[in-house]
């Protein structure tokens, strides 16, 4: 599984990173560090913060690769 | 009527239980002027600008015209929900220090367990065949539960939290043409004793962590120092009330919602996988804060062609945002796998909710615990009786029971 975060709609929430943070990491206060290749024990935490996410920047499988194309 | 009563009719308690006409007539209007000077705005778009807008204070001490709300609370400062930048930045950071990331990015998920273990064991005590109360047995032991684990608060104490909390937030019911002086004495009050507990069981941590949250703004130094004494108290108090007041409405409207909406319910059912968008969807349709009473324009702004004086208060409807038209296809539909929900239950912008993580997941596991026995339940009222309080607007009491 594939994700792409929209790094240019992320705004540094973080909910991300508090419900999947072996995949999301904030790198110092604000900016986002991402794993783009999920493990599949992740993919639930995964999609979960997709929903989650309050902009919805991150894509998640065949809906990342579509749109980073 | 005139739009000037409109925040007098929204406060009206017989509005409680379906206010959403009236935020209908609300966003008609656009920025609303009140008779007692205040504002009120409930359209998508532009309290989505305000939340962003630097020139919009959280810090009611910057108003000009006084609010139902009565004066600020002077003696002791406003914790971070009610202060500007850079004070609210300073304080907010070191509070996420234990919560979350960067430094501590496990410290919510790590409860998963533990929530999901108390929520079984209170719906493994429901009576059989007997009425049960969603709010009394179960939608707030839970969030309570987990705070005081969290803050490392002894849960033993938890009566006196209850009284004194029901006090501090009966201060924020800004019921227009009631004298509030005794109101707001009872919650400073409140406010004053919760603080001092607070204040002398992060002392009694200092030099001896016991691994919760108390524990770390007590003894843990960062580059920015830590919270000093005042602000440790305030922090902690802030922190122990939204754990009381505002998921215990959450996972209540939910439960409330489904039972509405078998077809939602039935759904879920069939696909648990998609509760997470369901709690989305619950926020954006019934938002356990429905407004943000205490913002103030620092300079002359307009909205929506309304100029909105300086100091003026200023009232952010975010439950009318929510179902605005123009942001929302069909927005009186509770749709669990809506689209693009970019709703504003925890608000937005730099003030946006910090305990949102804990929320999701607490209401998550919540109404997944509950899901396989809501088939077999039906409401014994509807609506059922609301909390006084339009701002944490939620059901007192919600009595379901086996159907049939």
């Known amino acids: ?69 | 009527m005139s739009t000037e009563t409109l925040f007098r009719r929204i406060a009206d308690y017989a509005s409680r239980a379906d206010p959403y006409p009236l935020y209908a007539e609300l966003r008609e209007h656009g920025a609303v002027r009140q008779d007692d000077g205040s504002y009120l705005v409930g359209t998508y778009d532009e309290i989505a600008a305000l939340l962003h807008d630097p020139r919009i204070s959280s810090d009611r001490r910057r108003r000009t015209v006084p609010d139902a709300l009565g004066p600020g609370q002077d003696d002791v400062p406003p914790a971070f929900i009610g202060l500007d930048d850079p004070e609210h930045d300073r304080l907010r950071r070191l509070a996420m220090r234990p919560f979350g990331p960067p430094h501590s990015p496990g410290r919510v998920d790590a409860l998963r367990g533990e929530i999901t273990r108390i929520a079984g064991e209170l719906a493994d005590g429901f009576a059989d065949g007997k009425r049960i109360d969603v709010v009394d047995d179960f939608a707030y032991p839970l969030p309570v539960t987990v705070i005081c684990r969290l803050l490392g608060v002894p849960s033993e104490d938890e009566p006196r939290f209850r009284t004194w909390s029901d006090s501090i937030v009966a201060g924020f019911d800004a019921t227009p043409d009631e004298d509030p002086e005794q109101r707001l004495r009872s919650a400073t009050e409140a406010r004053r004793a919760m603080a001092l507990y607070l204040g002398e069981l992060a002392e009694s941590r200092r030099g001896h962590p016991t691994g919760d949250m108390l524990s770390a703004l007590v003894n843990d130094e960062g580059p920015e120092g830590s919270l000093n004494p005042i602000e440790l108290m305030t922090t902690s108090v802030l922190l122990l009330i939204a754990g009381h007041e505002t998921t215990v409405n959450l996972i209540t409207n939910g439960v409330l919602t489904l039972l509405r909406h078998p077809d939602a319910l039935a759904r879920l059912r069939d696909d648990p996988a998609l509760m997470p968008q369901a709690v989305e969807e619950l926020l954006r349709y019934e938002p356990p804060v429905q407004m943000l009473p205490q913002r103030t324009p620092l300079a002359d702004i307009e909205v929506s062609g309304v100029t909105i004086p300086q100091g003026a208060p200023l009232i952010l409807v975010l439950a009318s945002g929510n179902r605005d038209p123009l942001r929302f296809a069909e927005p009186d539909r509770f749709d669990i796998t809506r689209p693009d929900n970019q709703h504003l239950g925890f608000g937005s912008g730099i003030h946006s909710c910090f305990g949102a993580p804990l929320a999701r997941l607490e209401t998550q596991i919540a109404l997944t615990t509950l899901l396989p026995r809501l088939g077999d339940l039906r409401l014994v009222e509807d609506p059922p009786p609301y909390r006084t309080n339009q701002v944490l607007r939620g059901p007192r009491h919600l009595l379901v029971e086996a159907a049939g």
Request: hydrophobic share 45%; glycine share 8%.
């Open chain 1, 1 to 69: 599984m594939q994700i792409v975060v929209d790094l240019n709609r992320c705004q540094g929430y973080a909910q991300c990173a508090f419900l999947a943070p072996q995949v999301f990491a904030l790198h110092g206060e604000e900016a986002l560090a991402y794993s783009p290749a999920v493990p599949d024990d992740q993919l639930d935490r995964v999609r979960k913060a997709a929903t989650a996410c309050p902009v919805q920047a991150i894509l998640v499988g065949e809906q990342a690769g579509a749109d980073a194309g």
